[in-house]
């Protein structure tokens, strides 16, 4: 039976690496450990790629990492052809730091979108270049005019922070969260709010995911395109860099 796997990343969005015993071997190879720093696919943000490193220094590399049988338990994938761990057996975990970190600067500016934009999310997709937010509106909104704003708001150079709430308490303040369809990481005890701005002057929400510690780590962000998804929906188009026209 699959043990709650301790999820280092909840408390660190900068462990990169972390020494673990691996609990479980499933069938089609996917590996148990007792924790990790290993980010699980949800919420619209891929899992983590990566490693184990073994005690004889051979390495076991991992495509996205994921959830298994309740979101408590998180699935390391070995790619192709690559051998398994023992049960019991120590291991370091390393993730693929670049593509993390990426995934975390883009994380935090669809946040950052959400801000500029303060209309009900109905879908996201956080990606390494390209990410996407779908907003409930219909009003015309000018893209060069969003990014600006958004660039403004990662000048400014926000903390960014994470507090914890318990369930009850996101269940007795429904307005503060924002997407439609996806529902908030619940079920663990407590939530966590991810903040931006003293005293989240900028924004306060319901999020899983791993993001930076202040806004200006988002460094040259622009709105690529604004999408017609619907008489009431419009998708945004998040990419890194500064416009082709200011290029």
Partial sequence: ?????????????????????????????????DQTCFYATSGGQPGDTGFLERADGSRIALG??????????????????????????????????ARRYRLMRMHTACHLLSVVCPYPITGAAVGEEDSRVDFDMTET??????TAKLMKLVEENHPIFVQWITDAELAANPGIVKSKNVRPPMGLGRVS???????????SQPCGGT??????????????????????NRRFRIRFGMPASEA
């Avoid at 039976?1 to 660190?12: N, Q």
């Avoid at 909104?141 to 969003?146: A, F, G, L, Q």
């Avoid at 903040?195 to 924004?203: F, H, K, L, Q």
Wanted: charged letters at 25%; one cysteine or more; proline letters at 4%.
């Fill in 64 to 97: 996205p990492a994921v959830t298994g049988a309740t979101k408590e338990i998180i699935i390391h994938r070995p790619l192709e052809g690559e051998v398994s761990p023992i049960v019991g057996e120590t291991v370091v975990a390393h993730i693929d730091w």
């Fill in 193 to 203: 709010l991810v903040c931006i701005g003293e005293n989240s002057a900028v924004d």
């Fill in 141 to 146: 909104i000018d893209k060069d005019e969003v």
């Fill in 1 to 33: 039976m699959s043990l709650p796997t301790t999820a280092l990343f909840r408390d660190d969005f900068y462990l990169s690496t972390n020494e673990a015993v691996v609990t479980a071997v499933h069938e089609d190879g996917g590996i148990e450990l």
């Fill in 211 to 232: 993001h930076v510690s202040e806004t200006q780590e988002v460094g040259a962000i622009h709105i690529a395109k604004i999408e017609k998804k619907g008489k009431e």
